[in-house]
């Protein structure tokens, strides 16, 4: 590996990592947030009331990350939808939880407004 790659590949990393949690909390048997010893208080309080809203906010957060420090290619656009699809379908086979088109589509309502948001300050930060 050449220096020059490195920081791509720390980069990459990062995200993986937080997919990875990501995708730990997505499968798990409980959908319950609060139950998570980890997670602050007030956040799985908050998700857990919240209901769908929480896939667009987790999901806005997480894309957020993605594309500021991954880039906002087609390719990055492809794989965050892919996997946010991916670990609600995987849902279907998990007993205690249940498969929702509709998480999907909140999924990808969170990244879509984080794109846009990453594509606006780009924008903004390279005006004169």
Known sequence: MSLRSSPRVARLT???CVAG????LS???SAYLQTVPWMPGFVGT???ANGILRNTAAFFAFGLL???LLGRDWRVSLALAAF?????VAQIWIPSR???PLDIAAG????ALAWILVRLAAWLSARP
């Open 14 to 16: 990062v995200v993986l």
């Open 21 to 24: 949690a990501l995708g730990f």
């Open 27 to 29: 499968l798990r048997a």
């Open 46 to 48: 908050w998700a857990d």
């Open 66 to 68: 993605a594309f500021t």
């Open 84 to 88: 946010a699809t991916a670990i609600e």
């Open 98 to 100: 249940h498969f929702d």
């Open 108 to 111: 990808l309502a969170g990244l």
